[in-house]
């Protein structure tokens, strides 16, 4: 068992599957000699040289397609886009090749493929390097979305992705980079479209992802000491494909459930969500399902205005609080 | 070396059970105790604990999803591992149950009835559900929600409503009383429809008072004594175990203690034989303020003392009331007590619940005037008196035996060292 | 340095034949089966029998015949929505392209894919291309992986002229340049961006040739209809990329006889225009390219003779075969075959 910071965690995750299958190969940008703008990709370049950690032009057309023809024609990529934002840059890639080649070509061609991005905000750097977009991601059929919350998860997930012959969006959310967590030795690997209940509780469920876990974790400590109300907190960690029995199963229990977005409000991946359980579930609710988001503006880059944004425990807490009558 | 998880054993007559949640992932470590799933019956929801350690290798039965009493749920141990081959892709995932590409949701088919209460008031789906579910009276519960100012029904309203509806099959409930024929012309005014359980202990009390020849024999009983000791230790009671000390553990220990000397009571009569109990697990039925009747079960009672008695059905109550009674508190019975004083009435004939033989019934004690005999000679001085009652089966003994019995019990209530026995627990 | 040439071969051709007889009659027989079969899918379209759009290559054989035999097995095709003949040069059936237009089940993706999305890997066709740009980027990456596994393939991209004004042209040239990526890519300047002279829209000539300096890369621009010259440019290009040394940008001249797709008459050309390069059809420069070498007539009838019936009987099977069954509605969204995104 050891420490390691998230970040970390990439590099291991990485070098993890690296070593396993020399089919599995690395570009981005400034991710070999630089080791990553985020220092996540740090000592790969070294350990496994060159030819399997590549530099890459500011080109994120070229990275992903490269990805796509690489991992169609015997190789398991893994492409950096360092901010997710950039997603935007390069979406024909997802919306159009990765996501339906299979599809199209009738089973012929495949892309077993990762893309790893550095998503979300709280770091302050403004409106187009700080964006929650694994929403963007989740609607497109044919690609599969995990965004890890912790160290483990990181590697568990990496390796998860790296090993499943889909293409794979795996969301790093960068306020997380530093945080530090519980690693055991050896080997990790996850499974895809698996959720965690990472606290139990009776009286509401509360479904997070990435950094609106610890916060929904922390609002759940408080809602329990100050407020009495035990809350059931979920980390969603795979939105495709999406554990949807754990997320009814606790709401069955419940009877209420809440969902922690970092998204903006509108079509965020808590909306879908919400949309599952007041159907299949209906008969199980005791209350409305209340949505905790950011709101639908854009980042500010001021400190103090974009931690108003983003849902911290406070306001979790007094959102639950309000509707359970706490 | 794997180990199998399976769907444990609920209840007697229950045959499945569906997981709510699992507690532990796949790959997770486990310990022995470690609580892994929860599951619920049609009776009762109760969290599993694991009885082997190791890792979980596999869900069979996830959340959401329903298994048969025995069913491999889970395997724990060296089962097919997500990182068995080096080159190879991950393990097929285990595919998803099919769905059509057009019913990509489960729309559930069930109604439960209108958003709304009789009176207008809001009710949640979960309330919906279970109002018809339990086949609760919804003019009622509106009404309740009414009087209470409540904004609408909610689950734990409902849920409450429940818990004083449930009835076990040992549920003695008050005497029925026969219908009334009338030749003129009834006006019709309020009409309360039966709910399910009460509709379903209706039958069962049918059944018991057209199957069983009741023989119903009383004596009177001093409880002056055991008041003495309540009164004296009523506070240190309360200190100690949070709630207060009534008569019904003295009467449910005095019951035990006869019983041993007449374990004819306390059997089960299937019509032809009577097979005497090992133990005595006495069903208490509790009234609970005319909402209903709950018959918590309080298994080996011969082996507790007052205190412990009180303590255990104070803690059956206390379950109750919380919607917590597994299947085991509500079955096994072999004799019951059922409780009427509430209201000062004098004695009650109880419904005997099949296969039991008999059911006790304690009324309204307080002060009346007795003749006490003194060596100075007989004198009338206020006793606190009770009526205590047994309904038999006279299939099963006769009125002697019953009669001996009730004696016995007398003597032990008014003549056994309560204090010395209540002393050495407080 | 191929430039234009003449469509009569020169003397010291025919002496010093490089291509050699058997592969010249292939080129031949490829440019007229590609011919036929995309008037077949003309006739088809105006038979309803083929839905939605198709972009057909008639007039642009030579490229399509010259690159496909000129490639090894293993060398990878990227193709555009005008992929039909590139997808019949690298050996697909007829009953497998037509069906798949016809969106039947015999078709190469039994009517998944449809018309724009040609696909083959058994006939190293690795898709065609929808979005204006997309597989550039896409022929990198297949190249990168022949580079780093030590593979000899090489990966082959087609597209148009309107193809250079997009970012992921752009992005692709400068990746394979600075990789030094084993992809050829072969721009068919046949003068329209859709439905606009592409002159018009591109700030240089030659959109491809002119851009190649920009990348490093040799001035290629060649007669595209000339399937000689095109084989020639392939092989060098294709040897060069095995040998390590790079990709290479090719333009080849050339041009369409019918409208962008199904849908459009083409009113927007000049007049004249169609029956100047109607002279300098692919088809009729390589009858006569034949027949300059000594190729009996009744052989080249014979070719075409047989590649008519090859459509004949391709088209019967098609319109004998059913609708793809339903159950392919759902199929192949992942690799496990279903489409699950829940549990």
Redo the contacts between chains.
């Keep these: 068992m050891a420490e390691l910071t998230y970040r970390d965690a990439v590099a291991r995750g990485i070098a993890q599957e690296m070593e396993r299958d020399e089919r599995v190969v690395f570009l981005g940008e400034d991710v070999a000699k630089a080791g990553g703008v985020f220092k996540t990709t740090v000592g790969l370049y070294e350990r496994f040289g060159p030819l399997r950690v590549r530099d890459t032009p500011i080109s994120e057309q070229a990275i992903l397609g490269a990805a796509i023809g690489a991992a169609m024609t015997g190789l398991r990529p893994i492409a950096e886009l360092m901010f997710a934002d950039f997603l935007a840059v390069c979406f024909d890639y997802v919306a159009n090749e990765m996501s339906k080649l299979r599809y199209m070509s009738n089973g012929q061609l495949s892309c077993p493929l990762v893309i790893r991005t550095g998503n979300g905000g709280g770091v302050r750097f403004g409106a187009q390097h700080s964006q929650s977009v694994e929403n963007w991601t989740m609607m497109i059929p044919g690609v599969k979305v995990v965004a890890p919350s912790s160290p483990v998860d990181v590697i568990g997930l990496m390796a998860a992705a790296v090993r499943d012959p889909d293409p794979v969006i795996l969301h790093e959310h960068k306020a997380l980079y530093a945080i530090k967590g519980e690693v055991p030795d050896g080997e990790i690997v996850d499974t895809l479209g698996t959720a965690k209940i990472l606290r139990a509780g009776r009286d509401c469920t509360i479904v997070a992802l990435a950094l609106m876990v610890p916060r929904a974790l922390e609002a759940a400590e408080i809602l329990q000491r100050d407020h009495g109300v035990d809350a059931e907190v979920i980390d969603v960690r795979s939105l495709v494909p999406l554990d949807t029995q754990t997320i009814l199963g606790s709401v069955a229990k419940t009877g209420h459930l809440f969902t922690v977005e970092e998204n903006p409000r509108l079509c965020g991946w808590g909306a879908e969500i919400a949309s599952i359980v007041a159907d299949e579930a209906f008969w199980d609710l005791d209350g409305p399902i209340v949505r905790i988001t950011t709101p639908h503006i854009p980042l500010p880059a001021a400190d103090h205005l974009e931690d108003l944004a983003l849902p911290s425990s406070a306001r979790i807490v007094d959102k639950v609080r309000r509707v359970m009558g706490g | 070396m794997a180990s199998t998880i399976i769907m444990p054993q609920l209840g007697e007559t229950v045959a499945e059970g569906k997981?709510?949640?699992?507690?532990k992932?796949?790959?997770d470590e486990i310990k022995e105790g470690d609580?892994l799933f929860?599951v619920?019956t049609d009776k009762v929801?109760i969290e599993v604990q694991a009885i082997v350690a190791g890792r979980l290798s596999e869900i069979r039965v996830?959340?959401?999803?329903t298994a048969k009493v025995g069913e491999v749920v889970a395997v724990v141990g060296d089962g097919a591992t997500?990182?068995a081959s080096?080159?190879?892709?991950?393990p097929?995932?285990k595919?998803?149950?099919w769905?059509s590409?057009f019913e990509?949701?489960?729309?559930?088919t069930?109604r439960?009835g209108p958003a709304k209460g009789p009176n207008g008031i809001h009710m949640?789906?979960?309330?919906?559900?279970l109002i018809v579910q339990h086949g609760l009276d919804l003019a009622m519960l509106a009404k309740e929600a009414d009087r209470r100012g409540a904004k609408n029904i909610?689950?734990?309203a409902v849920r409450a409503a429940i818990e004083t509806h449930l009835a076990s099959p040992a549920a003695p409930p008050a005497a029925v009383e026969p219908p009334i024929r009338s030749e003129l012309p009834v006006q019709e005014s309020d009409v309360i429809t039966l709910n399910t359980m009460r509709r379903k202990t209706g039958e069962r009390l049918a059944e018991s008072w057209r199957t069983i020849p009741h023989v119903f024999q009383a004596i009177e009983v001093d409880f002056t004594a055991i008041d003495l000791v309540r009164k004296t230790r009523k506070a240190a009671f309360q200190k100690a175990y949070g709630f207060s000390l009534t008569y019904l553990p003295f009467v449910a220990r005095a019951t035990c203690l006869a019983i041993v000397a007449f374990p004819q009571v306390n059997a089960r009569f299937d019509g032809n034989a009577l097979a005497l109990s090992q133990d005595v697990n006495l069903g208490v039925a509790v009234d609970l303020d005319h909402n209903g009747v709950i018959v918590p079960v309080v298994r080996e009672s011969g082996d507790f003392t007052v205190i412990g008695l009180a303590k255990a059905i104070r803690r059956q109550i206390d379950k109750a009331r919380a919607g917590k009674l597994s299947p085991d508190d509500l079955s096994g019975a072999t004799y019951s007590i059922s409780n009427n004083g509430a209201f000062g009435t004098s004695f009650t004939t109880p419904i005997i619940n099949a296969p039991q033989v008999g059911i006790l019934s304690i009324d309204a004690i307080g002060l009346k005037p007795a003749v006490v005999s003194t060596p100075e000679g007989d004198f009338v001085a206020p006793r606190m008196i009770g009526i205590v009652g047994q309904s038999f089966d006279h299939r099963a003994f006769d009125g002697a035996y019953s009669a001996a019995f009730l004696s016995r019990l007398k003597q032990i209530l008014e003549t056994r060292d309560w204090a010395g026995e209540i002393s050495s627990d407080l | 340095m191929a430039g234009l040439k003449a469509a009569t071969a020169p003397r010291d051709e025919l002496q010093n034949d490089d291509i050699g007889l058997d592969r010249r009659l292939e080129l031949f027989r490829v440019q007229v089966e590609i011919r036929d079969c995309e008037k077949r899918a003309y006739d088809l379209f105006l038979q309803n029998m083929i839905k939605g759009t198709s972009h057909l290559s008639i007039g642009q054989e030579a490229v399509a015949a010259g690159f496909g035999v000129a490639m090894r097995k293993g060398d990878k095709s990227f193709c555009t929505y005008r992929g039909h003949a590139h997808t019949l040069a690298r050996g697909a059936s007829m009953e497998g392209m037509l069906g798949e237009l016809m969106l039947r089940d015999i078709g190469l993706m039994r009517g998944k894919g449809g018309s724009m999305h040609l696909t083959s890997v058994e006939h190293d066709v690795f898709g065609s291309y929808a979005i204006v740009g997309a597989h550039l980027p896409i022929a990198c990456g297949a190249a990168w992986r022949a580079q780093y596994l030590g593979e000899k393939d090489v990966s082959v991209c087609f597209f148009g002229d309107g193809t250079t004004n997009i970012g992921a042209f752009h992005e692709a040239l400068n990746f394979a340049a600075i990789w030094r990526l084993p992809v050829v890519f072969v721009c068919e300047n046949n003068l329209y961006m859709e439905y606009t002279p592409i002159g018009e829209v591109t700030a240089v000539k030659h959109p491809a040739a002119d851009r190649a300096a920009a990348y490093g890369l040799e001035r290629i621009l060649i007669d595209g209809n000339d399937a000689d010259v095109v084989y020639r440019t392939a092989l060098a290009a294709l040897e060069k990329a095995r040998d390590g040394g790079g990709p290479s940008l090719i333009e080849c001249l050339t041009y369409r006889h019918s409208g962008h797709s199904r849908a459009d008459p083409a009113k927007y050309r000049p007049p004249g225009e169609l029956e100047e390069w109607l002279k300098r059809d692919p088809i009729v420069v390589y009858r006569g390219r034949l027949r300059d070498f000594g190729v009996a007539p009744e052989t080249i009838d014979a070719i075409e003779a047989q590649s008519k019936r090859k459509v004949e009987v391709a088209t019967e099977a098609c319109k004998a075969s059913p609708p793809a069954p339903v159950e392919l509605l759902t199929k192949d969204v992942y690799a496990d075959g279903g489409w699950a995104w829940r549990n």
């Design positions: 997981i709510l949640v699992w507690f992932s796949v790959g609580d929860e619920e929801t996830g959340p959401g999803a997500a990182n080096t080159r190879g892709d991950a097929a995932a595919s998803a149950p769905r590409p990509e949701v489960s729309t559930p069930d439960f949640t789906p979960l309330a919906r559900r909610d689950g734990a």
